[in-house]
């Protein structure tokens, strides 16, 4: 088995045994990145001192010195993640020249574990979309199939661990970010509970729903992640005391004892046939591995999307409201024509340096929060937010995790739905609920369809419950035994 | 009817007239989507912020040097000094 | 000063720096001061991806002045964002408090002519400021080492009846804050902001007039005066048939008068929403219990113990009790010479004078007090009268010396000694027999031409009790 077709546990194995160098890790995947990369944009900024660092690691294993569990094996990381000294643009041309003076907490321990960061992913435009189309670093294309988006907004990060540009991506879920990419793309993809990772340093879209998760090869991969980048920050409030579990360890495809519930209003008009086959199968494979299956209803899904695009607009109107071009990134050239007031000034570093997507999302936002509209939008969705999660809460109390499509249809084409934003939104149906009700999230490869696009299935659990979902994540995955299926592009 | 020029004006977009054509369009459509929210009773309900419940910690009162000065200037696209430079500022 | 028909109704906000370390909700310095954007971090910058953390102390401190005003401490309060552009305000919005405040439906007990008025405070909220922008012409320059200091917000009732009531209830903050040591209430170098909230109503009327709010004065002699003026300016544009616009107005001190900031007031939509990136501010409520348990005795409590423990007259114990620094400095003279209305003397007059003409804090003076205290105990045993000890006094604020040293040093013990005193007596006796037969005759206003003489030939160090005991005995002659 060549090096890129490794996951990120064998390659971690084979560093710490040393029957790998850090060195020539790194250098595979860079070469598979510079092959790829022109055909599929995964990447917008590559790390120039990978290759150094990757050295570093290997003197440090020769010297007898101790290293992190990661040490010498690249990851990737969206372009949302702030990384001391290396670009990073959350794909917006208003940060085209933003060098980070610091890293987000997520990719100092990452570093701090050993791991090497490989490249900054492409990514919608600070997080805003589904498609990776958004991007000013042009689009992102699916390895299965490059006529179709990798999904969005984490598409970059998708692509890669895809197409074995990196064996191991972060990526940051919003509304669906991080699961319907990896849904898209074949591979696994784990939102944790709301609070478990540090958002500090991870450019904020929506500060309530944002979450950083990994998006890997295996289950195994994804839980070894996770216990690294989780745990309580002092910088981010939001961040959560939780004791981290030994996930990667505990992970078992036993289900015996174990509830799942199926939220009928997942299954309901608009999935296409191949999705429900291949969830079905999930279905089967946990009923066979033990579990229970009850049926269960989250009656106010249909407003998730609602809730969703209010809640987050208007956290995203006030939060990027920093990019205004007195500190850092993008400023119109007032050389040639200077600005005739501070307004304007603003305005025109906004209104250049925003794509947009991003315009109008703030545009939603800073409506519904002003005044006169407020009650009506923003506190009425923070209200039926309260009663979204209640659902939740409900369903838990009959069934340990939920199981669902991730998305209604596999990848669709580029282009396909760019210029209606509705139909758009409209996608993130089965992801947005568990970003509003703070719960974990994930999506795990269930197979193909017709066009030999990748399905995954989705699911959920109760707050910090993460482990049940794992394993029943785990158990699907070591029944079809899909974790070697590459794209055509990489051979 | 949305008045995009005035709430372009507060986010202080700069649009065009045909984005904000555009704007208007897409903007009433989806704001008629968000109104379906209106049809819920929330009578007595509190709004949810953060989803997952949480203890607060606060930060104890300790000075640190974050960055230096020359690190807070570095991405700033014009100063004198080190102090941010910009088009004069009334009152 | 009286209106007329005229009643004015003010009200103060008044923002109070806290004198945290770090920042309210970043980890650098809060000092004033400091070079060029030294005290900033990603989080003050409004960098992407910075989060705020919640300083304790600031909320420990903002807790204190709760309690001391008499406010309901919310065991629950959020933190909202007030959205707005302004180049000096990195994140485009500030962090504050909204509808969820920490403190609330408090009052302050001012006194004004010995009499007691209530003003109501209705909500103290925690805040961060905002960075500096100086302008220069064509372009502006942007400093934000004090970008996320930490602030409380005070906002009183509109229960203030004229301009004098307001200097004194900011006045009385300010002490309170001082007690505290949670502000050093210096309205010069900003630590301390007053906004003045005024509009005027016919006598009688219930309904309020149109207000405008003066900005950042600074001084209370000009709180009062900034007040007035607007009062006046008011009642004679509502006579002379005008419409109060509602605005914000700056004082001018130079020309005593108030002025339109903006011409065109911009109608702000500030679109306040709680932080997502902040939990509300929850805490047991035995932490404001344990802080009260801590609070230290207040200057309106300790001005009604100086009056019984003392004996003082209420007018000096409000005088003591202003600054906490000189109420503790009086009392521990009082205490090493046990004679607490000298001490209350000494300190309220020739010290406080010695300070106000040197602008000099209690602290910072050069008596320490069991100095002074030492000079009351010199005049009270007699060893000097008080007139030489406001000399000595002189020379102590001026070398910072023991008296004993100076009186030794200068040679200015009290003659006290009979014999001595006998002999100058007699010598002026000798030496003025004129007057001797005058003052025989029944001149006896005379007296003090001698006692005059006595202090003038022992270059005023005789003891006055006894040259005029002894005067008294030579002068009736043989």
């Known amino acids: 088995m060549s090096i890129i077709e490794k996951n990120l546990t064998e390659l971690c194995d084979a560093v710490q045994k040393r029957e790998l160098k850090s060195e020539a890790i790194t250098k595979a995947f860079l070469d598979q990145s510079t092959r790829l990369n022109p055909k599929l944009n995964a990447y917008i900024t590559m790390n120039e001192k990978a290759l150094e660092q990757a050295r570093d690691v290997d003197k440090k294993i020769a010297s007898g010195a101790k290293v992190g569990r990661l040490a010498g094996v690249p990851i990737a990381i969206k372009d949302m993640l702030c990384t001391k000294g290396i670009k990073t643009t959350a794909g917006s041309k208003i940060l085209h020249n933003f060098i980070p003076q610091y890293s987000a907490a997520v990719v100092e321990k990452l570093e701090g574990a050993g791991a090497i960061t490989i490249g900054k992913t492409n990514q919608d435009e600070f997080a805003m979309g589904s498609s990776t189309e958004t991007s000013h670093y042009g689009i992102c294309r699916n390895p299965w199939s490059t006529d179709y988006v990798p999904g969005g907004s984490s598409g970059g990060s998708a692509a890669a661990v895809s197409a074995r540009m990196a064996p191991m991506a972060i990526g940051t879920d919003t509304g669906g970010s991080v699961r319907q990419p990896a849904n898209f793309c074949g591979i696994v993809g784990v939102k944790p509970t709301y609070g478990r990772v540090s958002r500090y340093g991870i450019v904020a879209y929506a500060s309530s729903l944002d979450q950083a998760g990994p998006m890997g090869h295996t289950v195994q991969d994804c839980a070894t992640i996770m216990e690294v980048i989780s745990g309580k920050d002092v910088r981010d409030t939001t961040s959560a005391q939780e004791a981290v579990p030994e996930w990667s360890k505990n992970l078992t495809d036993n289900l015996k004892g174990l509830k799942i519930g199926l939220p009928k209003e997942y299954f309901a008009e608009g999935v296409s046939d191949d999705v429900r086959k291949v969830v079905k199968n999930a279905i089967d494979i946990a009923k066979a591995a033990g579990a229970e299956i009850v049926d269960v209803s989250l009656p106010l899904t249909h407003l998730g999307v609602a809730v969703y695009y209010l809640v987050a607009t208007c956290e995203a109107s006030s939060n990027l409201a920093r990019y205004d071009g007195v500190r850092f990134g993008y400023r119109s050239d007032f050389e040639k024509s200077p600005a005739v007031d501070v307004d304007d000034f603003y305005s025109r570093n906004r209104g250049e340096g925003f794509g947009s997507e991003v315009k109008r999302r703030i545009m939603l936002g800073t409506y519904a929060l002003s005044s006169g509209y407020y009650d009506a939008y923003y506190k009425k969705a923070c209200q039926v937010r309260r009663l979204l999660r209640q659902n939740f809460l409900d369903a838990f109390k009959k069934c340990d995790v939920l199981l669902s499509p991730a998305s209604t249809t596999p990848a669709f084409k580029i282009g396909e739905r760019i210029e209606s934003p509705i139909e758009m939104y409209l996608n993130d149906i089965y992801t947005t609920s568990t970003n509003l009700a703070g719960l974990p999230g994930m999506s795990v490869p269930g197979g193909f369809s017709k066009d030999k696009l990748p399905i995954g299935v989705q699911i959920m659990a109760a707050h910090f419950q993460e482990q049940k979902m794992l394993n029943v994540g785990y158990a699907i995955e070591k029944s079809l035994n899909l974790t070697r299926e590459v794209p055509n592009v990489v051979r | 009817m949305i008045d995009v020029k005035k709430v372009a004006h507060l986010a202080r977009l700069a649009i065009s007239d045909d984005e904000e054509k555009t704007y208007k369009a897409q903007m009433s459509t989806i704001f008629k989507h968000f109104e379906e929210i209106a049809s819920v009773d929330t009578k007595n309900v509190e709004p949810l912020i953060t989803p997952t419940d949480m203890k607060l910690v606060f930060r104890e009162d300790k000075r640190e040097v974050v960055l230096t000065v020359e690190e807070a200037m570095k991405n700033a696209p014009e100063k004198s000094g080190n102090l941010f430079k910009v088009p004069p500022v009334v009152g | ?478």
């Not at chain 3, 959020?78 to 305000?89: E, H, I, M, S, T």
């Not at chain 3, 309904?207 to 300016?233: C, H, M, P, W």
């Not at chain 3, 010479?337 to 040197?358: D, Q």
Request: proline residues 4%.
């Open chain 3, 1 to 478: 000063m009286s209106y007329g028909n005229w009643e004015p109704v003010i009200g103060l906000e008044i923002h109070a720096q806290l004198m945290t370390d770090s920042k309210m909700f970043a980890p650098e310095s809060a000092a004033y001061g400091g070079a060029d954007n030294e005290y900033t971090s990603p989080i003050s910058l409004g960098m992407p991806g910075a989060l705020p953390s919640i300083n304790h102390r600031a909320v420990e401190f903002s807790i204190r002045i709760g309690l001391a005003l008499n406010c309901r401490i919310n065991p629950h309060s959020v933190f909202a964002r007030k959205n707005y552009f302004y180049p000096d305000l990195p994140k485009g919005y500030q962090i504050s408090q909204f509808d969820q405040p920490l403190c609330e439906k408090g009052f302050l007990d001012v006194f004004i002519d010995g009499k007691a008025k209530r003003i109501g405070i209705t909500r103290a909220h925690m805040e961060e400021d905002a960075g500096k922008s100086t302008h220069h012409g064509d372009y502006s320059l942007i400093n934000l080492n004090r970008a996320g200091v930490p602030l409380l917000e005070i906002v009183s009732e509109p229960d203030i009846a004229s301009a004098q009531e307001a200097a004194e209830y900011a006045r009385s903050v300010r002490n309170i804050l001082r007690y505290l040591e949670v502000c050093d209430g210096n309205l010069e170098e900003g630590s301390m902001r007053c906004d003045c909230n005024v509009s005027v109503r016919k006598k009688g009327d219930t309904k309020l007039g149109t207000r405008t709010e003066i900005k950042n004065v600074n001084s209370f002699r000009f709180v009062e005066k900034a007040i007035d003026y607007e009062i006046q300016r008011q009642i004679a544009s509502i006579e002379s048939g005008e419409r109060i616009v509602q605005e914000t107005r700056l004082y001018d001190s130079t020309k005593n008068r108030t002025f339109t900031m903006r011409s065109k007031e911009e109608a702000h939509d500030y679109r306040y929403f709680p932080d997502p990136d902040l939990l509300p501010l929850v805490f047991d409520s035995s932490w404001t219990d344990q802080i009260r348990a801590k609070l230290p005795e207040l200057p309106r409590e300790k001005a009604t113990r100086f009056q019984t423990q003392y004996g003082l007259p209420e007018y000096d114990a409000l005088v003591l009790t202003q600054e906490r620094g000189v109420s503790e400095y009086f009392e521990a003279v009082a205490k090493i010479c046990g004679n607490a209305k000298a001490a209350s003397n000494w300190v309220m007059v020739e010290l406080m004078r010695e300070l106000k003409e040197t602008d000099k804090s209690i602290e910072a003076q050069p008596i320490k007090s069991n100095q002074l205290g030492d000079l009351i105990l010199l005049i009270d045993k007699g060893t000097i009268s008080g007139k030489i000890a406001k000399s000595v006094f002189a020379e102590m604020w001026a070398s910072g010396g023991n008296p004993a040293d100076i009186i030794k040093a200068k040679g200015l013990v009290q003659i006290s000694d009979t014999g001595a005193l006998e002999k100058i007596i007699a010598d002026v006796i000798a030496a003025s027999p004129g007057q001797v037969a005058e003052y025989r005759s029944g001149k006896e206003k005379l007296f003090g031409f001698f006692v005059g003489q006595v202090m003038k030939a022992s270059k005023g160090q005789a003891n006055p009790d006894l040259v005029n005991q002894i005067l008294k005995e030579k002068l009736k002659g043989s």
